[in-house]
């Protein structure tokens, strides 16, 4: 056999062998035959993959799901506006009951009309036990939903929750085909029917999403009319791509991001975000539980440095859950980083330095360990820093690795690199992270805060409908946590995007901790208009 | 040869059973949380009532041995019953992948064995030759160079810097319908690396036998005969030599298995191994617990085959039963 022979055998064999798999193989759900040219479609590359895209298991409980709509949705200030509801709900007096009036005409994009039965009916399954929703405890508040004729819905709550109508731009689910399988692992968690402005053609689980343009959209038809979303998990890949030109957008650590900053037909786009970084001071450790450690750490920790070294300037000093630029954050409970401050404190405490320099008192040692997420370059980089400068006031804080199943068993006596945020609300975030009856609750209080001033202060926030009364509120939490820190909030991380230029200018949100599918720049892909006349088919 | 294909089809009943409890058993042991996996990022704000909820809905509380014969009792009734990683029966999540999986490794060992075969017999023809000499190097090194790191470094050579190939996925990104073409391009690479990761135990084999052949005294014979090289080398040698390989075909499955694992991970190919490796981190019992039958059976019957395959090609080999 010669070498060209072998060749022409392997091609040809290798060509009988993709014919004959290839016809097995059939593409279940391949779409009717594209819609020929002049189409204009986007490729993005995002680094997380949804587990289910069904909304009854919580798929786009924030909002925007590109395939569902919610009764509200959120614009890109973060205000309310109405979606498949008319308009932004009543509410009476008492605050516990949320009237909607629904949109008509509306039209899943199966051709059935949606009707409050529709709405009733996701909210049920939600909080129907037998449905696996790990966040049904976000509609804690709702006592029960009805609809009253085929245009209005009521909500009546437990008790008054004011940031309620936060949560109605959780997507709706149409009952006739969600309805009629298990919920848990029907077809409709991975070939979900939506009201949203995308229908879903295909999800290669692994590899992408792909979406089209809904032609019957309520709110218009879509520029884009073609919408992929490459689920490509490593970051170098994703750079990758994007530079030869397989993306149009992608999702970037600083460093990598950093690379396109001189590219002319792409801009970055830094999106601000309620996404945290803190260290757990568990009250039950006797170092990390003493609350002048705890001030004396908030202090002893150079914010500043974190942001320009670790995220390259990408992100914000954080004081507390809420952002330094949020409407809803207490002006003057800044901490600067001031070493001697720490030191004082200390020694006013009676935490003397020992002979290696770590502090002692009572015959206890300063030190505690601090877990951090093993294989989380970001969060091991916040720990390492934290625990050096909290070395220069004389506490020992030994940083280890860990996974979840390692980390939880610990966390009420050791100390976490712990991150989260949801921007929608300011009781999302405080309400978990402080309330003292969640201490130890999963992953809720992790730190076992206990203080009664906080208490009171979050249940009045949350229980007021006067948003002045809530911004008086939320201002003694944030004072509070001067006195008395549970947690050392480090930082606040910018979320950053490289997109291709031919989009035009575009527009983020306030992203939260979890990077969803639709947040970034294409948050609101169905309004892009884009530059080309129909030759950017890829 | 129906009694022995018989006999190693009861034999395989056992031996399924076993990895099946193995499987239920090594999970269950794991320090992995089934629910945490289920509830993903939202696990990290859920509370412990609904995080209880979700585990007793699934079935998570009970103990080991109920759950995995709920799973036999219910599999063998054609219920392979749902994965919780994939929210989706299990029947769906291989019906969809598997025939991508068999795609890539069927090409790959179709590469393997023809390169191989083909390349052994050129070596053998001179050893010593340059021929042999450069080949017989080159499989030693790929013998101990991983799966994963030559299809990084085709990647690497291929798709950034040459840039003639697709660098992963089964088809283009933005490309939705499934086409022929897309297809072929897309699996050029990781059938090429996965094929020649296995190329070297064939063709060292091959190589071996058609040499050792060439030398014995039926072959001096013939060509003492004057028969023609091309006739002595393929009527003579690759016959004979052909036999320790056949062997070695069903033995490379298990090989060819875990290779596909990695290879499947490095291009983003939607085969089997990527739902494989979460349905193992995940804990995902149903699914975790199908795959292992399906691989323990394909390693079972690779080895039937190659025992029939020998029985064939040598009649003094008697097959066993």
């Given at each position: 056999m010669t070498a060209r022979s072998i060749r022409g055998a392997v091609a040809a064999t290798l060509a009988t062998a993709l014919a004959l798999t290839a016809a097995a193989?059939?593409?279940?759900?391949?779409?009717?035959?594209?819609?020929?040219?002049g189409t204009t479609s986007a490729v993005v590359g995002i680094a997380y993959e949804p587990d289910s895209l069904s909304p009854l298991l919580g798929y786009g409980k924030d909002g925007n799901s590109k395939i569902f709509d919610g009764l509200l949705t959120l614009d890109a200030d973060m205000k309310l506006q109405p979606a498949l509801a008319t308009a932004l709900p009543e509410i009476s007096e008492d605050g516990l009951t949320y009237t909607y009036k629904l949109r008509q005409g509306v039209k899943f994009s199966d051709g059935k009309a949606f009707g409050a039965k529709d709405v009733v009916f996701t909210y049920r399954t939600i909080l129907d036990?037998?449905?696996?929703?790990?966040?049904?405890t976000e509609l804690d508040a709702v006592k029960d939903v009805t609809a009253k004729g085929e245009d209005t819905v009521v909500f009546t709550l437990k008790y008054p929750y004011a940031p309620f109508a936060q949560r109605t731009v959780l997507p709706i689910a149409p009952e006739h085909i969600a309805g009629e399988?298990?919920?848990?692992?029907?077809a409709f968690t991975t070939k979900p029917i939506g009201t949203g402005p995308y229908v879903l053609t295909k999800w290669s689980k692994g590899e992408k999403l792909s979406f089209t343009a809904n032609p019957h959209y309520w709110g218009g038809e879509p520029e884009v009319k073609k919408f992929t979303m490459a689920i490509i998990k490593d970051d170098d890949v994703r750079a990758t791509r994007l530079r030869s030109g397989d993306l149009d957008g992608a999702i970037l650590p600083p460093n990598l991001a950093k690379g396109f900053a001189?590219?002319?037909g792409r801009k970055t786009y830094a999106a601000n975000s309620y996404d945290y970084r803190t260290v757990t001071l568990p009250t039950n450790n006797k170092v990390a539980g003493d609350t002048s450690v705890r001030r004396a750490l908030d202090v002893a920790v150079d914010r500043r440095t974190m942001v320009d070294a670790i995220l390259n300037g990408s992100g914000k000093p954080a004081?507390?859950?809420?952002?330094?630029?949020?409407?809803w954050f207490t002006q003057g409970t800044e901490r600067p980083h001031d070493l001697a401050a720490a030191k004082k404190i200390l020694d006013e405490a009676g935490w003397k330095p020992g002979k290696d320099g770590v502090r002692v008192k009572d015959g206890v040692r300063a030190t505690f360990p601090l877990w951090y997420l093993s294989g989380d370059k970001l969060r091991q980089e916040h720990a390492l820093a934290y625990a050096s400068d909290a070395k220069k006031a004389g506490i020992d804080i030994r940083t280890e690795a860990g996974t979840w199943e390692v980390i939880e068993p610990r966390m009420k006596h050791d100390a976490v690199l712990a991150g989260g945020g949801s921007?929608?609300?300011?009781?999302f975030d405080q309400y978990t992270l402080l309330k003292?009856?969640?201490?130890?609750?999963?992953?809720?209080n992790m730190a076992w805060y206990d203080n009664k001033a906080v208490d009171a202060a979050i249940e009045a926030g949350r229980k007021s409908g006067d948003k002045a009364e809530r911004k008086k509120a939320y201002d003694t939490v944030q004072r509070e946590l001067v006195k008395n820190p549970g947690y050392t909030f480090l930082t606040h991380i910018d979320h950053l995007y490289v997109v291709d230029d031919r989009f035009g200018p575009l527009t983020t949100q306030v992203e939260p901790h979890d990077h969803g599918?639709?947040?970034?720049?294409?948050?609101?892909v169905e309004k892009w208009k884009p530059e080309s006349t129909g030759d950017t088919e890829k | 040869m129906a009694r022995m294909t018989g006999r190693r089809a009861l034999f395989a009943v056992p031996v399924l059973l076993t990895v099946t409890f193995g499987v239920f058993a090594v999970a269950a042991a794991s320090p992995f949380d089934q629910v945490k996996a289920y509830a993903g990022t939202a696990g990290l704000t859920a509370s412990q009532e609904n995080l209880d909820q979700i585990r007793a809905n699934l079935g998570v509380d009970q103990p080991l041995v109920t759950r995995w014969w709920n799973w036999l009792t219910s599999a063998l009734q054609g219920d392979l019953g749902d994965s919780t990683v994939m929210r989706q029966p299990v029947t769906d999540v291989i019906v969809e992948r598997m025939c991508w999986s068999a795609l890539l490794a069927t090409s790959a060992f179709l590469i393997a064995i023809l390169l191989g075969t083909g390349l052994g017999v050129l070596a053998a023809r001179r050893p010593g030759g340059w021929l042999d000499r450069g080949v017989s190097s080159a499989a030693y090194t790929l013998e101990a160079a991983p799966a994963f790191w030559l299809g990084l470094l085709a990647i690497w050579l291929?798709?950034?810097?040459?840039?003639?190939?697709?660098?992963?996925?089964?088809?283009?990104?933005?490309?939705?319908t499934i086409t022929f073409g897309q297809v072929a391009s897309h699996l050029v690479l990781p059938a090429a690396v996965l094929g020649i990761s296995q190329l070297p135990w064939f063709f060292l084999y091959v190589r071996q036998g058609v040499t050792d052949a060439l030398a014995e005294d039926p072959v001096r014979g013939a060509r003492a005969r004057g028969l023609s090289e091309r006739t002595v080398l393929l009527g003579h040698g690759l016959r004979s030599g052909m036999l320790p390989m056949l062997t070695l075909i069903g033995s490379r499955v298990p090989e060819l298995i875990t290779g596909a694992l990695l290879i499947e991970t490095v291009f983003s190919w939607p085969g089997i191994a990527a739902a494989t490796v979460e349905a193992a981190t995940s804990v995902d019992f149903s699914l975790l617990a199908a795959l292992t039958v399906l691989a323990t059976a394909a390693v079972l019957l690779g080895n039937l085959l190659s025992d029939l395959l020998y029985g064939l090609a040598d009649p003094r080999v008697a097959f066993d039963g």
């Open positions: 193989c059939s593409n279940p759900d391949s779409p009717k035959a594209g819609s020929g040219t036990a037998k449905t696996n929703n790990p966040s049904r399988q298990d919920v848990n692992t029907g001189g590219d002319q004081y507390g859950p809420v952002p330094t630029d949020s409407e921007p929608a609300d300011p009781d003292s009856s969640l201490a130890g609750d999963g992953f809720n599918l639709a947040s970034g720049p294409w948050w609101n | 291929f798709a950034l810097k040459l840039g003639v190939l697709p660098a992963g996925g089964l088809t283009d990104t933005a490309s939705e």
